[in-house]
């Protein structure tokens, strides 16, 4: 059952489809304390608090506080506070309570989850305005199918979004892109999309083609899927301001940029320079900016990730002109250290401030709202608004988009990927527990970068992310400019990689299934196992095993040199130790702590107990499968532990088609 | 057998003391590179390399790259190859090989561990002069032992620096001291001394004292021995100019200080604002500097902590200026993202830059060297300064000292802190990897900053991290400005805090004796499993447990809101689960795998069988214990496994005698 409670007077978030009349009173079993903009809530010892979707740290994120102000930043550190995303869910699995809660307000929040103090819960609002839904169900599961329904069936992308993608930023023309794939074919290793990243544009302009490094781009992305290849280009936040395009002038002629407080537009920097940002809380704007789209989808374009939408910003103009006036005062001074820290500070006060975004205004249909007061709305406003247009423009067909930026409320329009990661080791252990936090928020379409983004790759690192990304929906390996290479055939143990890869492919209708059924049913793919197995006392504190659907856990090795890892296992599971589709072992456990050996070329997966594993039998493909589509088409094999094929419940369907 | 090799004209670097004679020919199972100035061995699949001291990733290097240049470097990530020291020395523990190198060198040495190939170890050399140890025998601890017969004996401190230390920048004045050992004193808290940051200088001018703050200084030092508490200041590499300020003026008139090309003192800027550096190559300016520190010797202060010593550089003189030159070709101007990111690019080349540490020369006893040739041997040639004058200003008595920056042959002067780390979960980890990789290469007495330094602290996490500095030689809790308070009454917990701290006092009567049999008998005071269980394959792979000394292993929790941790036993064990001195249980656990529940206040000690483990009856202390040596002053007790209290060879002294 939910329940609402308004405090003060929330600004919309179009996050709830299903309205409710707020209840009068106070929120039971929390404390309100209007002086200091705060909820609370007495936690006893044992209480596990799980959600809060893209964030640091563990699956249980009791003893850190959480900031929810959306906020470009790589370094995914432990003490961070604010990530990308907004996602306001949190899930109390407590001694002798269990409900989940809903903060929905588009400003910032402070979740203090025991960190002051650890046996309290405080929210903490910058302005005390929230509509608070409070779900308390039989079980985790119900309570999130509860929020789903609150908040609208998730996203469904194409099939072939399945499959792997690679990406970089730095293929830099056609070529460079046609040499990815064809050494992607000549070394036999499936992959169903390349991403472009900001090079495919000119002078990083939206809704543009660099004609010289990517000439006649139409029969570009035709030729490409000739190879089975989809093109999935980025699509950036801001919008250059340059006379003569197009995009900027309609946006102009039409007030579609956020605005100053002297009406004049914002005028910030990103990647093309200065730029104004639209207003993507604006209704018509939104509509606009979503019918830009078309000018990719025309050119056969079917899948898009949509970045720098926080909104990143590397320098406002007025505060580089503000800084630059400052800076006079140090000129030929004698720098004290002081005065030194100050005058670096200016500097690294340019990107992401937080007063920047006090500086600038929406229309949000017809109301002024100043912008920090619905900063973490932003990047999901602007997925929304290709969302829309993709069930406009193409009313029938699944069209692939992400988002870096969310909040809840965009798991209808569209997936997220978790940001700019770096290759640490600690980053694959943070993808396990990101998954089930980000499913819980509605956001089922949801991988990370995998091998990171950031950093140097090694080939063990790559090697062991695997080991969680081939069971994940968003499947892409991407990489910054100038780190070391990292497509799976730049290193020696590309053999190893392949049938990685090629199982991934093998696994596909029961990845795909269990997604669909996710989606369609309102549950959970990635759980932890605390969802589950909740009675365990054990199990309730796992922190780095999945259950991926309904027949199998997953226990992936995280460590730099590990031969194995420990596993606990809540039941009997039958572990199945695939060095490839056609290589494996199986062995069945008895429930309890176990050591399992795992050679860097394995992935473990553990069956449950009276259940089925379908996978595709790619060996009986007439040529070496390539793609998700070739990979449905092989006939199915089945791995069971005390069930029979047909125990099986699987969802399938042309992958394409909207429903 | 040790076997040298010299590699065109290495620069000599005080850290051996035993004579050997270069062999001729090639250093036999290594491939040279001339061009390339490189060394490489090609591994085995299963070999490990440990080694390298304080570095960062796990106890087995490979699969990473390390590159030795020291290095003010707060953020100790995964990525980071460089941190505050250089200890060139690593061992392979192989399939079938075992040796240890090392690789004495003052300059820039790249150790490829099997980054760019995994099967290959390569050492790459900035020049190419080095002197090269190579050392097999049989076992690690032989090696180990050979090396320190090499280099010399470890370092050892006064008895009293093994008690518990407090620690934070930010104690301002002398009451701000007070107020801090009233607290643990009222807390019934043992502590026998407590850390000078920066702020007791007189504007952090290195042998002075804040008069206002710290008034009658002589006086303080003997009010809080009468406490039972040493205070311990920080002495920094770089010293003020000031005109009139007698360490600056008798520099500058004896030419103490480290030169640019034209002959005139490097002007370079910390926390005093503009410095010199003394030049601690030259044998007559490190002979000044160590008789610097009678003045506060002659205060009745004991104990020294050298900081800065890389040498850390918020800036230089002339970059500041150059950067000021350059910055005006962009004041004004429409920047550009890449003329901004160059402008940042000016801004943050500020600090620690390489090109600066090639614009100042040494006095090298006669021999003028280029900085950037020696760099690495900087700190340690600051802390020989001090370790020598002891030696001549106390020739009876030990004094603490502990540097930040080090290189191999300063363990003969001085222990080391692993630096300014911080209240992250992973830095409890490292803290495990890097006590026996320090304690290889001589660095017996150190430790790392309990609960972290940068960010801000929870209770649980500095709870877990007394579960490994109970253990270590230097215990000490610090904490930077403006982050949360961390000294252990701040929290509610404070009772159990109390009962580990009092655990760490009953155990010191071991911890002593263990110490100083490692330090007399050239071995390893914390060991990894692979140094005593080599022939087991899983102990060899186990990086997260240590050895410390002969009777015991340690396993500690390093997981936010664990409520246990797996541990491998390599034998049959008593598990000792210590709440508090007079507080545990015992169970026998038989060897393999176990998951051991560990509450949040309990210290897990693993005793090995035919082993004893000594620990001092507080209870039977006529007051509360306060300090080391009321704990030494206790009666014994002993808890044993399958052998008897006389079966313990216990080491003991009075603690403050040299020898």
Chains 1, 2 share one sequence.
């Not at 990243?197 to 809704?207: A, V």
């Not at 197995?533 to 856990?553: K, P, W």
């Not at 050679?599 to 060996?619: I, M, Q, T, W, Y």
């Amino acid at each position: 059952m939910i329940r609402k409670y308004t405090i003060g007077n929330p600004i919309p978030t179009a996050s709830v489809v299903t309205r409710i009349e707020a209840e009068e009173g106070a929120l039971p079993g929390w404390t309100v304390d209007r002086a200091g903009k705060a909820l609370s809530y007495r936690m006893q010892e044992n209480d596990l608090v799980y959600g809060l979707g893209e964030t640091v740290r563990g699956m249980n994120k009791r003893g850190w506080i959480y900031t929810s102000d959306n906020t470009d930043d790589p370094f995914h550190l432990e003490e961070k506070k604010s990530l990308y995303a907004s996602q306001n869910f949190i899930m109390l699995l407590g001694e002798n309570a269990l409900f989940g809660l809903y903060v929905d307000t588009p400003g910032v929040v402070h979740f203090d989850i025991g960190f002051t103090d650890y046996s309290t819960l405080t929210i903490r609002f910058d302005d005390f305005d929230a509509d608070i839904y409070l779900i308390t169900e039989g079980t985790p599961r119900r309570i999130v199918k509860e929020l789903r329904g609150l908040t609208g069936r998730s996203y469904i992308p194409p099939k072939w979004a399945f499959g792997y993608g690679q990406s970089r930023w730095g293929y830099l023309t056609a070529d460079d892109v046609r040499k990815v794939v064809d050494t992607y074919r000549k070394e036999d290793i499936p992959v169903d999309s390349v991403y472009l990243d900001i090079d495919y544009m000119e002078k990083y302009k939206d809704f543009t083609i660099n004609e010289e490094t990517f000439p006649s781009f139409g029969d570009f992305v035709a030729e490409m899927k000739e190879q089975g290849v989809h093109l999935v280009p980025i699509i950036d936040a801001g919008v250059k301001i340059e006379e003569g395009y197009s995009v900027y002038e309609e946006g102009v002629r039409n007030k579609y940029f956020v605005t100053k407080e002297d009406g004049s537009e914002l005028v910030a920097a990103v990647w093309p320079g200065r730029v104004h940002f639209p207003d993507f809380l604006n209704t018509q704007a939104r509509k606009w900016f979503g019918r830009c789209y078309s000018f990719l989808l025309d050119k056969g374009i079917d899948g898009f990730w949509n970045d720098m939408n926080e909104p990143s910003i590397f320098f406002t103009e007025d505060r580089l002109q503000d800084v630059f006036r400052k800076m006079e005062n140090y000129r030929g001074r004698n720098l004290g250290i002081r005065e030194l820290s100050e005058f670096k500070g200016l500097v690294l006060s340019l990107a992401n401030n937080r007063d920047d975004y006090k500086s600038f205004y929406h229309n949000y249909d017809g109301v002024r709202v100043r912008h920090d007061k619905v900063h973490n709305i932003y990047g999901f406003q602007m997925t929304r608004a290709a969302g829309e247009a993709f069930e406009e423009l193409c009313p029938d067909k699944r069209i692939l988009i992400f988002s870096r930026s969310s909040y809840i409320g965009m798991h209808r329009y569209a997936g997220v990927w978790t940001g700019d990661n770096r290759s640490w080791w600690s980053h694959i252990r943070l993808n396990i527990q990101q998954m089930p936090a980000l499913n819980m928020c509605g956001f089922l379409y949801s991988g990370a970068d995998t091998g990171g983004f950031g950093a140097d790759v090694t080939e063990d690192l790559l090697m062991r992310w695997l080991g969680v990304s081939i069971f994940m929906p968003l499947f892409r390996n991407h990489s910054e400019l100038n780190t070391r290479f990292q497509e799976f055939y730049r290193f020696p143990k590309v053999r190893q990689f392949r049938d990685l890869i090629r199982l991934r492919y093998a696994l596909l209708p029961y990845i795909y299934s269990e997604f669909m059924k996710a989606a369609l049913g309102d549950d959970m793919y990635a759980l932890p196992l605390a969802f589950v197995y909740g009675d365990d006392e054990r199990a309730r504190r796992v922190e780095d095993q999945l259950l991926i659907g309904e027949s199998i856990m997953i226990a992936p090795v995280y460590e730099q040199n590990a031969v194995g890892r420990y596993v606990y296992l809540p039941e009997d599971m039958k572990l199945i130790r695939f060095r490839a589709y056609n290589d494996y072992d199986e062995e069945i456990l008895p429930d309890g702590d176990h050591f399992i050996p795992l050679k860097l070329n394995e992935a473990a997966v553990f069956l449950r107990k009276g259940h089925c594993l379908p996978f595709a039998d790619l060996s009986a493909s007439p040529d070496p499968v390539r793609s998700a589509d070739d990979a449905f088409a092989c006939p199915l094999k089945y791995i069971t532990f005390d069930a029979r094929p047909e125990d099986y419940l699987r969802y399938d369907d042309d992958g394409i088609t909207r429903i």
